[in-house]
């Protein structure tokens, strides 16, 4: 069974640090691309980072100066380094994966297999 566990989101303010954590179990990492999304109240979930199994990344215009995904494939987790927080960054963070390298950096959230539940990131002013 298949589960993406993710942790790590807190309140903070403007210009602080966060880490989210995503641990996967019941697939193969290595077939898979993983990627962070966040969604804010009344908006569509959209793509902020994306890597494949090599560790070629992939960011949102809005995050790429602030933020750093990465993975340890010994230990299936993903990892969101998000730095210089703003109040737009506020919303809930979810992992996802998909099943082969032709998917990394995909932005559509249709096109992943797994979700995590989510973690809330509240950046206040």
């Known amino acids: 069974q298949v589960h993406l566990v993710e942790s790590g989101g807190g309140s903070v303010q403007t210009g602080a640090s966060l880490r989210l954590s995503c641990a996967a179990s019941?697939?193969?990492?290595?077939?898979?691309?993983m990627a962070w999304f966040r969604q804010a109240p009344g908006k569509e979930r959209e793509r902020v980072a994306g890597?494949?199994?090599?560790?070629?990344?992939t960011y949102a215009d809005s995050v790429k100066t602030r933020f750093t995904i990465s993975q340890d494939a010994t230990k299936n987790t993903l990892y969101l380094q998000m730095n210089s927080l703003k109040p737009e960054d506020t919303a809930m963070y979810y992992c996802?994966?998909?099943?082969?390298?032709?998917?990394?950096?995909?932005?559509?959230?249709?096109?992943?297999?797994?979700w995590g539940q989510g973690t809330q990131v509240t950046v206040s002013s």
């Open positions: 996802a994966a998909v099943c082969g390298l032709d998917y990394y950096g995909a932005l559509t959230p249709l096109t992943y297999n797994y």
């Open positions: 019941g697939f193969t990492y290595s077939n898979y691309c």
């Open positions: 890597i494949d199994s090599d560790g070629r990344t």
